[in-house]
């Protein structure tokens, strides 16, 4: 078959994607490629999907256009994505990347086409990790809306990965697990101070004052989250015993917390400033405390902390993945003595799945609740990350340290956390 304009859409796609990929290809031209009947379809819908993936090779390009509508999945996107390769447009050979531009010319369409609305590009102006930017990139993210949250997330509103205590448990014991273990580790007991920075919705907060006793303090960069977790902590009537503040970390005024824990806030804060994050942390601890930091990492130091092109873009603007050594590294710097880690990638994994059931489960009034192109965002980034721990290619590690008292530790001679098991 001849090139160019003579090579069918379809096969345009299906040639850059590879051969041997597993997806039927449709056009809007009517042209179709690969296996018919195969379990996943890729409609091309109109031309700006070639733009998008002129221009943006790779993951960004095929995110635009499916976030826009001009490509589509029918069928499963984390079995789509499982069977898509890795694709750079440098990978694609030179005779179908001229067939595909080729097509583009005969559209008049050419690049840059402007990226979908739910794009978020961060002011130049404004430096990276400063107060005000992190402020605008967790609101781009966490600000969406609470209902939409509650459908994705379910009753616990835990926006983190969750602890299965067991294959067949679901996502809200799972969730329980993970809160009850976080306290465990760090030794809640009645009449304990606890802050917990990046609270989200409350979840720790809300768990550390009904079934420990203590006073809890939570803070979080999203104005919509504190709304929510505040009226929860009233409707649940632990106001006297927790509440959630909208703020900065930085600005947290109070010290000498028994305990901190940090679930899911260091993937926000940049590589450069762990230290004077682990610092400041410390300085918030008693003597004898202890600080578990829960969070995303990346396997090893052989590539830059910043994410993908898609996550920066869509999803967590400005996010940066360290590795488990170097926090360990920066934890010990701080003045910590780390006493227990574990990653619990396989169990991101599960969450994960239990979040894109949830959102298929309510598509329809997530679309009208959000959009569909944010509720696309939102498909397309939970199948991947799902895939991104079931590959290794990132890992939740949790890190357990304590502020010294002298020499003394006042860590049992063997863990004592194991969680008990939800009702």
């Known amino acids: 078959m001849g090139l160019g304009l003579k090579m069918p859409l ?17 056009a809007f031209d009517g042209s179709k490629a690969g296996p018919p009947g195969a379990k996943v379809r890729l409609d091309v819908r ?7 993936l002129a221009s943006a090779p790779g993951e960004l390009g095929l995110a635009r256009a499916y976030v826009s509508g001009a490509l589509d999945v029918v069928g499963d996107m984390y079995t789509a994505l499982a069977a898509l390769p890795e694709l750079t447009l440098n990978a694609v050979p030179s005779d179908v990347r001229r067939a595909g531009l080729l097509r583009l010319a005969a559209a008049r369409l050419w690049w840059p086409v402007p990226p979908p609305p739910q794009e978020h590009r961060q002011s130049r102006f404004l430096a990276r990790h400063s107060k005000v930017r992190d402020s605008e990139a967790i609101s781009h993210h966490y600000d969406v809306s609470n209902t939409f949250y509650e459908w994705v997330l379910g009753p616990s509103m835990a926006y983190t990965c969750a602890v299965y205590p067991t294959e067949d448990a679901t996502l809200e014991q799972a969730q329980y697990t993970k809160h009850d273990l976080i306290a465990r580790k760090i030794g809640l007991r009645p009449g304990m101070r606890l802050l917990d920075v990046g609270c989200g919705w409350g979840g720790m907060v809300m768990h550390a004052a009904r079934y420990y006793g203590v006073k809890a303090l939570g803070v979080t960069l999203s104005k919509r989250q504190a709304e929510w977790a505040q009226q929860a902590i009233i409707d649940r009537g632990l106001s006297d015993a927790a509440e959630v503040r909208y703020m900065d970390y930085r600005d947290v005024p109070e010290t000498g917390f028994d305990a901190i824990s940090s679930i899911g806030l260091t993937e926000h804060i940049g590589e450069k400033n762990v230290p004077s994050y682990f610092n400041f942390l410390y300085g918030k601890l008693k003597p004898a405390g202890r600080i578990l930091n829960h969070c995303i990492t990346r396997p090893d130091n052989k590539f830059s ?7 920066d873009r ?3 603007p400005d996010g940066e993945l360290e590795s488990p050594g170097k926090l360990v590294s920066f934890m010990h710097d701080a003045g910590f003595e780390v006493r227990h880690e574990e990653n619990l990638r396989e169990h991101y994994a599960k969450t994960l799945a239990a979040w894109c059931d949830n959102l298929e489960e309510h598509w329809d009034k997530a679309v009208g609740e959000v959009g569909k192109g944010t509720a696309r965002v939102w498909r397309l980034y939970m199948a991947a990350s799902r895939l991104g721990f079931e590959r290794n ?16 530790s006042g860590m049992p001679l063997r863990p004592d956390w194991e969680p008990v098991s939800p009702a």
Not at 46 to 52: D, H, R, V
Not at 305 to 311: I, P, Q, V
């Open 10 to 26: 379809a096969e345009v796609f299906a040639q850059v994607m590879g051969p041997d990929t597993p997806v039927e290809f449709t």
């Open 46 to 52: 109109s031309p700006i999907a070639l733009s998008y």
């Open 305 to 311: 902390a910043r994410t993908g092109k898609f996550t």
């Open 314 to 316: 869509y999803v967590f």
């Open 393 to 408: 290619f990132i890992q939740l590690h949790q890190v357990l340290g304590v502020k010294p008292d002298g020499v003394r």
